[in-house]
């Protein structure tokens, strides 16, 4: 009934109504707020309408605090080439997919610039907050969490190999396997080098690793399956331990930095 209620009214909107749709809601430091970028939110990260707004007051104080932040086009450059590298293609051809995709090219450039600042606030005014952790207190989040450090007992793996990385690399780019060798294996993580053990882990199912350089050739690994699964001891799952432990650390560091600006905000609530 309120649906055909709703039907019904929007025959009768005014003008002015339909600017009230689009009304400011809320202020943070003189930054609008619309209730439709509240309601936005909402059905894209799929929260409820309070998380909705706290999301984008966040947004808001996160830009206030990175306005004297810059980032040159020459460094935008050298990051999209970078990306461009770890994706196996050209700039060109980044470019051509994006165009594809529907995303203009300055589109592009804007989301880099957005998130290498968002890069350099994090580190020049959160992450000096985080104080390195002891052995103890990893040991205690190794304990605490330890399903999180299962990992496959052998991974399914097909070695492509070539006598030069540029095979490789047009090999990954066009799919074309003249001139590379190929060898499907299983291969036991008892035992294999950490720095091995760590990028294949960290493969997804179907994905090739980057490029190695294994002397006498250049080699490739496609992950094609993990199997079973068993703890890693302390020692082995160090490093990870470590990386999430510092994860969840700058996650919580960021929230008190933005709860303690939220506090000495100017936020006015116009509209609920």
Do not use: C
Request: hydrophobic letters at 40%; charged letters at 25%; zero cysteines.
């Amino acid at each position: 009934m309120n649906r055909l209620i709703l039907l019904g009214l929007l025959t009768f909107l005014t003008f002015a109504q339909a600017k009230i749709v689009d009304a400011v809601a809320i202020t943070v430091n003189g930054q609008a707020i619309t209730t439709s970028e509240i309601r936005r939110v909402q059905e894209k990260a799929g929260v409820p309408k309070q998380e909705a707004i706290d999301l984008l007051i966040q947004d808001r104080l996160q830009k206030a605090a990175m306005k004297n932040i810059k980032i040159s086009e020459e460094t935008i450059d050298a990051k999209i080439t970078q990306i461009a590298n770890l994706n196996n293609i050209s700039v060109p051809k980044m470019q051509k997919l994006l165009k594809q995709q529907g995303t203009p090219w300055s589109k592009y450039r804007e989301s880099i610039r957005q998130a290498m600042k968002k890069e350099r606030f994090f580190r020049e005014k959160v992450s000096k907050t985080i104080l390195p952790p002891s052995e103890g207190q990893l040991k205690l989040y190794y304990e605490n969490h330890k399903e999180a450090f299962m990992m496959p007992s052998s991974l399914n793996l097909t070695e492509y190999s070539a006598h030069s990385e540029k095979a490789l690399q047009n090999f990954l780019r066009t799919g074309k396997s003249k001139g590379i060798r190929s060898i499907t294996q299983t291969k036991k993580t008892k035992g294999m080098n950490p720095a091995m053990l760590s990028m294949l882990l960290s493969t997804p199912d179907g994905r090739f690793t980057k490029p190695i350089n294994a002397g006498d050739r250049w080699v490739v690994y496609q992950v094609k399956g993990k199997n079973g699964a068993k703890l890693m001891s302390f020692e082995e799952a160090k490093n990870a331990v470590a990386g999430r432990w510092r994860q969840e650390q700058q996650a919580q560091a960021l929230k008190d930095y933005f709860s303690k600006m939220k506090t000495q905000a100017d936020i006015k609530i116009l509209r609920k």
